[in-house]
C-alpha cells in the first residue's frame, strides 16, 4: 500500500510539473507566472518611493535631471535635444511598455504573434489596410528631416536603453501572462503609432452602406436622406466668416457620376456619439485679461491611459502636456508662450474604389483606358501556437486591395472579378512629429501656423492661444481636393476623374483668428458653413455638443479655471432641448396606463441634464433611441446587406417637419402608421423594457445605473480595469461618456504672466497594475476634478511636490 501511495504521489508531482510549465491557450504556463524570482509577485509597487535615484546610460551625451512629483509624472531638464527625446523615450518605457508593444503589434498585423489563431483576422485586416505600406512612407518623410531623423532615433535608443536593462523578473505583467518577451524598439514603432491614430479617427467610412442604399433607392431619395448638410448646424469657424483667398479650380465630377455596388465588403463604420472639445477665450471674456485654453480629446478609455504626462525642459524648449506613449514631443500642451489643443476634423480621406480585373489571374485592373499591371505583396502572418499564414495583398495606383470578391465568385457571382482598393492619406509620406516638435517651442501666431504646415493625418482642429492675446483654430491637415461627394460612395476605380486631383493649399484650410464673439471652439461638428469653396466631407458629428459650449461661452465673462473646467463636464442635452417637446407633443397620454404615465411624468420635469442620478435621462435617451430603431428598421435593416442609417440630424427633420412622412410606417402592419405611432410604440416599448430590467420606476431607473461604463484593461484582462461605475453625460453631450469613451484627458491652461495648466488622465502614469500610480487620478478624474499641473523652470526649482529627483549620467 505505501509503495502505490508513493507511486501515486511520484505520479501527481509529475503531472504538476509538466502542468506549471505547460502554456494552455492563453494561460502561462503557471510555475513562470508564479514564479518567487520572475513571477506577478516581482510587479508589486509601493506608493513610497526613494527621494533620490542615480542612473547610468552610457549613451547620454552630458548630464540629466528628472523631477518626480507627487503624481509619478517626470519632469526632465536636459541640455541638448538627444538627451532630452532620449530620456523621454527611456521613461515612456519604463512606465508603458507593454502598452507600447501590443499597439504597434496590433498596427502592423502582429498580434498573433503572440495571442494566437484569434487575432488573425485582424491582423490580416491591418495588413490589407495597408498600416505597414503607411508606417514605412511616414518614416521615410521623417528620416528626411535632419532634425526630426535625430529625435526619433534619440527616442527609440532611450527606450532600448530601457529594454537591454530588464531582466525577465522585471517584465511587465501582460508579458509575463501572454507568455513572451520585450523586442528591440525600431522608429518605424513610432510611425506605427501615427497610423494607429488615423484609424481610429480617420479610419472609418459609411461608403458601402451609403452605396447599397443608392442602389436601392435610387439617387432621389438617397439625396434626400443623406443631404450634404444638416438641418442643425453651429460650425465650427463661425457662419458668415469671409475667406481671404482665391480657390483652386474645383475638379469636375465624371459624366456618370454614380457609385458601384461593391461585393462582400466589411469596413470599419463611424460611430454616432463619439468625439471631442476644445476651445480658447479671449482675454476679453477672461478674469484675468489673458486667453484661456481647454481641451478634453474623446477616445477609448483603457488602463494604461492613452496618454502619458510629462514635462519636457531643454535649452530652446519648456513644455508641458501629454504624450503618445511610443512617440517622441508633446502632443497636447502649453509652454511659457502659447497653449494648444485637438479635436478630430473627421475629415473624407479615405475612398473606396471598384477595380475591374481583366481576368481570375488578377494580374491586370483596367484604369485609364487601358490594362495596367497589379503590383503584389506576399505577407507572412506568423500564428503562436499554429502555421504561418500567407496573405497576398494586391496594390494598384489608388492603394491596397483590401477586399476581392474571389470567395463571391467561387459562389457563381459576379462574373467578372472585382476588388476594393483602398485610397486613404494614411499611406502618404508625412513628418506629424514635426508639427509637435515646433508647437512644442511655438512662442506666437505665426509659429503655430508654420507648425501646421507640416501636419497631414488624421486631419484635427488644432486651438490655439498665447500670451499675446491671440487666439485662433484651423480644422487642419492634408485634405485632398476634390468634387463634392466624392468618396460618399464606392468609386468607379477605372475613371481618372475619380481620382484625388491635388490638395487644399494649408493656408487655406479653414481658419479663424481673434473672432469677435470673443473665442473659439470644436466639437467635431461641421467645420465651416456652406460658402466654404472645398468640399471636407459630407457628414460630421452632431451639431449638440457645438452649440453647448457656444452657448455657454457666448454668455460668459471674466471666465476663470473652474467656469471652463465646469464646462467640460457639463452634460445638459441640446438634443433634448430640441426635440423632446415635439416628442410629448405626439403622445397620446390617454392611452397610457399607470407605469407609463409615471414615466411620463418623470421625463416630463426633467430638467434636461444627463446627470447620474436623473431617471428622466434614462427614459428619454432610451426612448430617442428605440424611435430612431423604429423608424429606420424596416427599410435599413438586413441581415445580408449594409445599410448604413439616416443620420440623427435627418431623424430629427423627419419628426419635427415631416411627420406623416412614408418612412414612420411599419411594414408588417396593414395601417399606414405617423409620427404619432411610433412615438407611441417607442415609448411603451421603453417604459416595458426597463420595468423588466429594473422595477418599477424609482432610484434603479437613473441614468448612472442605466448606462454601464467602465475603463478597462487595454487588453481586456479581467481584474484589470476599474470596474462599472456610475456616470453622467451621454454621447450628444458636453461630457461625452458614452460605451466606454471619453475625456481621455482634460486640460485647461490659463495663460499670462507665468502659465498655470490644471489637467486630470482618468487612471494614473504607470501601465503596472501592481502600482499605486496605475489609477491614482482616476477618483479625482470621476469627480470632474483637475490637478494643478508642477511647470518648473529649472531643475534646481524646489516644490513640495516633488518626491523623486533622479540624476542620470554617463
Known sequence: MKVFKAIICLAFT????????????????????????????????????????????????????????????????AKNDHDLYYVQGYLTAQARLWQMDIQTRSAAGRLSEVVGPKALELDRYHRRMGMTYGAEHTLAGIMKDPVLSKVIQAYSDGVNAYIKRLKPGGYPLEFKLLGYKPEEWKPINSAYLLKLMSETLAGGSNELGLTDVLNKYGAKITNDLFPDYPMHEDPIIPAGTKWDFKPLTIPQPPAAFK??????????????????????VSGSKTATGFPMLANDPHLNLTFPSIWYQMQMVGPDV??????????????????????????????DVLDWYQVKFKDS?????????????????????????????????LYTHHGPVVYDNAEMQKKGRPNVPVGNALRWIAHDESDEFKTFYLLNRAANYADYRKALTFYTAPAQNFVFASVDNDIAITPNGKLPLKYKGQGKFILDGSNTANDWQGWIPAEQNPTVKNPPRGFVSSAN?????????????????????????????????????????????????????????????HLDATKLDDYQLAALDSVKKWNKFFKASSAGASIFQNWWHKFYEFTWRDNFGSKDTVYYYPTMDRTEALLMKEPKSIWFDNKRTPALETANDVVMASFTATVDEMMRNYGKIGPDWAWGKVKSFEVAHLGHVPGLGSGNFESGGSGSTVNALIDGHGPSWRMVVQLGAEPKG?????????????????????????????????????????????????????
Not at 263 to 280: H, L, Y
Request: hydrophobic share 35%; proline share 4%.
Open 758 to 810: 490644471y489637467g486630470i488622465l482618468p487612471g494614473g502614469q504607470s501601465g503596472n497594475p501592481g502600482s499605486f500610480f496605475y489609477d491614482d487620478m482616476l477618483k479625482t478624474w470621476q469627480q470632474g476634478k483637475l490637478n494643478q499641473l508642477l511647470y518648473l523652470h529649472s531643475a534646481a526649482e524646489k516644490s513640495p511636490r516633488i518626491k523623486t529627483t533622479l540624476t542620470i549620467s554617463k
Open 318 to 347: 519648456n513644455v508641458y502636456g501629454v504624450t503618445l506613449p511610443g512617440a517622441p514631443c508633446v502632443v497636447i500642451g502649453y509652454n511659457q508662450k502659447v497653449s494648444w489643443g485637438v479635436t478630430n476634423v473627421d475629415a
Open 14 to 77: 509529475g503531472l504538476l510539473i509538466w502542468a506549471l510549465q505547460t502554456k494552455f491557450g492563453d494561460i502561462p504556463p503557471l510555475g513562470d507566472f508564479v514564479n518567487p524570482s520572475t513571477g506577478f509577485w516581482q510587479n508589486a509597487e509601493s506608493k513610497n518611493i526613494l527621494a533620490t535615484e542615480k542612473l547610468k546610460l552610457k549613451d547620454l551625451q552630458d548630464e540629466v535631471t528628472v523631477q518626480f512629483d507627487d503624481n509619478r509624472i517626470p519632469h526632465i531638464f
Open 361 to 393: 489571374t488578377r494580374n491586370q485592373y483596367w484604369y485609364n483606358n487601358k490594362w495596367n499591371k497589379v503590383e503584389r505583396k506576399i505577407d507572412t502572418i506568423k500564428v503562436r501556437g499554429g502555421a504561418d499564414v500567407i496573405d497576398t495583398v
Open 525 to 585: 461638428q461641421s467645420s465651416t458653413d456652406q460658402t466654404y469653396p472645398y468640399y471636407i466631407n459630407w457628414k460630421f458629428e452632431g451639431y449638440e455638443r457645438g452649440k453647448r459650449i457656444n452657448d455657454r461661452l457666448g454668455a460668459m465673462q471674466k471666465a476663470t479655471v473652474d467656469s471652463l473646467r465646469l464646462l467640460q463636464m457639463d452634460d445638459y442635452s441640446i438634443r433634448a432641448q430640441d426635440i423632446l417637446p415635439t416628442m410629448l407633443k
Open 259 to 280: 457609385a458601384q455596388l461593391m461585393a462582400a465588403m466589411q469596413n470599419k463604420e463611424k460611430v454616432e456619439g463619439i468625439g471631442s472639445n476644445n476651445w480658447a
